[in-house]
């Protein structure tokens, strides 16, 4: 080898390794720490300037792609029927279907076997007292009126009705309980205080019954059938005067009630007031067909049978004239 090509391959190698300390001299010279914060690890973010606008542009995404930020509202569900909301089967919703009907002994099967399955619910209870009441079954509504106030003992309803039911099977005693717990819990309901009045009236101590009657009626004077026991009471206590004029406000509250009627003729006749007395027996008669005991009052006043009341055949005339006998 010359000495000149010695000297070419030298200068070479000089070049070549130059430039490799110059390449890795610039790799080491763009390498960096990261930003660390005095405080700790966190990376420092620094807010940028109200003004500052982005290079690039937000994408706008369509509102139907957002996902909301709370939850979608639940549909709302449909009200529950009672029928379905109180029982599993269908027995009650049955019952009361039968009860609208006035198919009385059949909404009590309903309800009895809802309560057989071991209902806990006192309505269900209660529903079947009122249907045993109105089927004629007085001992078996008893009981079954008597379970619903055992499950709930703050219903004026139940111990009014219970009084009511036991009323009417004669167990005087038991009816002037319940009333008396249906004014514990609400002491002036009217609707109590009738019931108490019956009870007192039915066990003979007529007395505390006008007293308990005449203020119930205070309370209530659209009740005609407590209007009608207060004439009643009063017409037994011969104080017939005083009977006539509750028993016109009973007659005209409910003018399809003929015993009423038959009570007003009474105590018109024994005011000595004969016509109005016919005129009412005779109304007695037309709504009964003569199977009360206006009949009999009738005929006793008109042996004959040729007594005609004014406007006879005019039902409207003549009950107003009922009506207006209470001014």
Same mark, same amino acid.
């Given at each position: 080898?010359?000495?000149?090509?010695?000297?070419?391959?030298?200068?070479?190698?000089?070049?070549?390794?130059?430039?490799?300390?110059?390449?890795?001299?610039?790799?080491?010279?763009?390498?960096?720490?990261?930003?660390?914060?005095?405080?700790?690890?966190?990376r420092?973010?620094?807010?940028?300037?109200?003004?500052? @606008?982005?290079?690039?542009p937000?994408?706008q995404?369509?509102?139907t792609?957002?996902e909301?930020?709370?939850?979608?509202?639940?549909?709302?569900e449909?009200v529950?029927?009672?029928?379905?909301a109180?029982g599993?089967?269908?027995r009650?919703?049955k019952?009361?279907?039968?009860w609208?009907?006035?198919?009385?002994?059949?909404?009590?099967?309903?309800?009895?076997?809802?309560?057989?399955?071991?209902?806990?619910?006192?309505?269900?209870?209660?529903?079947?007292?009122?249907s045993?009441? @109105?089927?004629g079954?007085?001992?078996?509504?008893?009981?079954?009126m008597?379970?619903?106030?055992?499950?709930?003992?703050?219903?004026? @309803?139940?111990?009014?009705?219970?009084?009511?039911?036991?009323?009417?099977?004669?167990?005087?005693?038991e009816?002037?309980v319940?009333a008396?717990?249906?004014?514990?819990?609400?002491p002036?309901?009217?609707?109590?205080?009738?019931?108490?009045?019956?009870?007192?009236?039915?066990?003979?101590?007529r007395?505390e019954?006008l007293?308990?009657l005449?203020?119930?009626?205070?309370?209530d004077?659209?009740?005609?059938?407590?209007?009608n026991l207060l004439?009643?009471?009063?017409?037994?206590?011969?104080?017939?005067?005083?009977?006539?004029?509750?028993?016109?406000?009973?007659?005209?509250l409910l003018?399809?009630?003929p015993?009423?009627?038959?009570?007003?003729?009474?105590?018109?006749?024994?005011?000595?007031n004969?016509y109005?007395?016919?005129?009412?027996?005779?109304?007695?008669?037309?709504?009964d067909?003569?199977?009360?005991?206006?009949?009999?009052?009738?005929?006793?006043?008109d042996?004959?049978?040729?007594?005609?009341?004014?406007?006879?055949?005019?039902?409207t005339?003549?009950?107003?004239?009922?009506?207006?006998?209470?001014?």
């Amino acid at each position: 080898m010359t000495q000149d090509t010695k000297m070419i391959i030298g200068v070479a190698v000089l070049v070549i390794a130059g430039a490799a300390g110059l390449a890795a001299l610039g790799v080491l010279g763009t390498r960096q720490e990261p930003e660390r914060n005095q405080a700790g690890e966190r990376r420092v973010v620094t807010a940028l300037p109200a003004s500052h @606008k982005e290079e690039r542009p937000v994408i706008q995404t369509a509102v139907t792609e957002v996902e909301p930020f709370f939850p979608e509202i639940p549909r709302i569900e449909p009200v529950v029927p009672i029928c379905d909301a109180l029982g599993d089967t269908g027995r009650i919703a049955k019952g009361l279907e039968h009860w609208e009907t006035g198919a009385y002994g059949v909404a009590a099967a309903c309800f009895g076997d809802e309560a057989a399955a071991g209902s806990q619910r006192p309505w269900v209870h209660y529903m079947l007292g009122l249907s045993l009441w @109105k089927d004629g079954s007085l001992d078996r509504a008893a009981e079954a009126m008597t379970r619903a106030g055992e499950l709930d003992d703050q219903s004026i @309803k139940t111990c009014v009705n219970l009084s009511r039911i036991q009323n009417d099977r004669g167990a005087y005693d038991e009816a002037l309980v319940a009333a008396r717990q249906a004014l514990a819990i609400e002491p002036d309901n009217p609707k109590a205080m009738f019931l108490e009045g019956r009870s007192l009236r039915n066990q003979g101590v007529r007395d505390e019954a006008l007293q308990v009657l005449r203020r119930s009626v205070e309370l209530d004077p659209n009740n005609g059938h407590a209007l009608n026991l207060l004439g009643l009471t009063l017409l037994e206590a011969d104080l017939e005067t005083e009977a006539v004029p509750f028993l016109n406000a009973a007659a005209a509250l409910l003018p399809d009630v003929p015993y009423i009627f038959n009570n007003l003729g009474m105590a018109q006749e024994r005011c000595g007031n004969r016509y109005e007395a016919k005129v009412a027996y005779c109304r007695a008669v037309e709504l009964d067909g003569g199977a009360g005991h206006g009949a009999l009052n009738l005929a006793r006043l008109d042996p004959e049978g040729i007594f005609e009341p004014l406007n006879a055949g005019d039902d409207t005339a003549e009950v107003v004239e009922v009506a207006e006998a209470v001014n």
